[in-house]
């Protein structure tokens, strides 16, 4: 197991060397740090490599949406130079450009809302695609064989629904977790095969980025609250064994830390996932930096190291996104007041 | 496109594919593998249950043979002591009746005896009788001028009389 491990790591690091020489080799000093950020940052096109005045990119179409002109569907190539595929304000099309920060942006300054497949959707529907086909091949087993011995992808995802159902689910929730185990599933799986196909080399940085963790945690807090019962409530705005004079701090208090869990949830998981691709990037970088082999080859192993490190960060931060989420449903469907 | 900033774009196709997928999966995959799991583990629990009750019926089955068996040897036991009382009485009565029988026979035997002798005695006195008369009269027939051969005779009497 060990084994395997140090092998994916030294291969996805390999890999990712791979990817980046070209990138670096004619760079100024800023351009060789300068593809980290655009790494973790999310695009309107998706670049996996660039030979000399050869780019290898993925166009992606960009939609926007704007009260007064409607719908309208370009192509990312629709805006930047074709010869360095370079977006600029210079390359408007139709009223709408990208600038050189990758921002989508109106000519006239007029309101819209953009829309667009950009290079961490695409990543979105790789991992649901995968996620759905792993689930439902797992499903499949079920169906054809009945209760019997898992197989297959069934073998994989069983124990992860076991763990789920038990270990989180029905530990932090209580007697009423049987509804919640599909959703806490689906999102186990989605952040855990989401970290894990992100540190792929040339992969979106999807789970590490902040309007993915965003809209987990929201999908949490709604969940949350819509099951919130009635010993929820009188916690949040009767505070049960708090003097009424007290009740004037401590009701804003709970207010704010009904928004403050979700909260925590987008920002952990955006943070975790984040800075390992840019300690990973990092790394990489400093072989460019200090163009010396010996610092390469220390580069390498630090890599591979931190491709370890990330893989249990991978799971763990799945692991923690969920458990969190299961507490924060536990706490509103529980049956009786906290004792404080 | 900012590092801090939710993209408005990503936001709107998370929540649609997010959600998509949870509704296809609770649908199609954790529905049926949830049910499965708790099937499985019901049927797992009730073999465990079954053979719980299995191996009791066994332990009664057991217990209930032995006190069979140790009614039957009880039975066997109570029987053959019977049979042997029985056998010792048949013999005692046997005894008793085979003693009885020798007893009266000896008794009857001795009566014969008894009446026999008495019988020989009756001819034995009937036969002295008779001899004495024979000798009587031979003497009486002899002449009785010879004293010596008066006393030849009667020895000569006498002897035969021992004889007899």
């Known amino acids: ?340 | 496109m900012d590092l801090i900033t939710p993209g408005t774009g990503l936001i709107f196709w998370q929540l649609i594919g997010f959600l998509g997928l949870l509704f296809i999966l609770i649908k199609f995959a954790w529905k049926p593998m949830l049910e499965a799991l708790e099937e499985r583990e019901s049927s797992i629990e009730n073999a465990l249950k079954s053979a719980e009750i299995a191996r009791n019926e066994m332990a009664n089955l057991k217990a209930e043979n032995e006190k069979l068996l140790a009614e039957a040897r009880k039975e066997r036991d109570e029987i053959l002591a019977k049979a042997h009382e029985s056998s010792t009485r048949m013999i005692e009565e046997a005894k008793d009746q085979a003693t009885k029988a020798g007893n009266e026979m000896i008794e009857k035997a001795k009566a014969v005896i008894e009446t026999e002798k008495k019988a020989a005695l009756a001819e034995v006195k009937t036969q002295v009788a008779t001899l004495t008369l024979e000798v009587s009269e031979k003497l009486l027939r002899k002449n009785l001028s010879d004293d010596k051969a008066q006393k030849e005779l009667v020895d000569e009497f006498v002897k035969d009389l021992k004889l007899n």
């Open chain 1, 1 to 340: 197991m060990k084994r395997k491990l140090l092998a994916l790591s030294l291969l996805l690091s390999a890999c990712m060397l791979w990817f980046t020489t070209p990138t670096m080799a004619a760079g100024s000093e800023e351009d060789k740090t300068s593809f980290i950020m655009h790494h973790v940052k999310d695009s309107h096109e998706w670049h996996f490599a660039t030979f000399g005045h050869t780019h290898v990119t993925l166009p992606l179409p960009v939609i926007v949406y704007s009260g007064d002109r409607g719908l309208e569907f370009f192509m990312s190539t629709d805006f930047q130079n074709h010869d360095t595929h370079a977006f600029g304000k210079e390359y408007a099309h139709e009223g709408y450009f990208i600038d050189e920060h990758d921002h989508l942006g109106r000519v006239d300054e007029g309101s819209f809302l953009e829309l667009s497949i950009t290079k961490n959707v695409v990543m979105l529907f790789v991992v649901l695609a995968f996620l759905a086909w792993m689930a439902l091949s797992a499903a499949g087993h079920y169906k054809k064989n009945g209760a019997v011995a898992p197989k297959g992808a069934a073998a994989l995802i069983e124990p992860i629904v076991i763990f789920v159902r038990d270990e989180i689910a029905e530990k932090s929730i209580g007697p009423k977790y049987k509804k919640f185990v599909p959703y806490l599933l689906t999102l186990f799986l989605f952040i855990w095969f989401g970290n894990l196909l992100g540190l792929l080399p040339g992969a979106a940085n999807l789970t590490g980025n902040i309007a993915v963790t965003f809209t987990l945690a929201i999908l949490t807090f709604i969940i949350t609250n819509v099951n919130g019962n009635k010993d929820y409530w009188k916690h949040v705005f009767a505070t049960p064994g708090v003097p009424p004079a007290m009740l004037l701090i401590i009701v804003p208090v709970e207010i704010i830390g009904l928004f403050t869990k979700p909260f925590a949830l987008m920002v952990r998981l955006f943070v975790a996932i984040t800075a390992g691709h840019i300690v990973i990037l990092g790394f990489i970088a400093l072989a460019f930096i200090f163009e010396s082999f010996a610092i390469g080859i220390v580069s390498t192993l630090m890599v591979t190291f931190i491709n370890l490190i990330e893989i249990l960060v991978a799971t763990i931060q799945a692991y923690v996104f969920t458990l969190f989420s299961a507490m924060y449903i536990g706490s509103a469907v529980a049956e009786h007041a906290h004792d404080h």
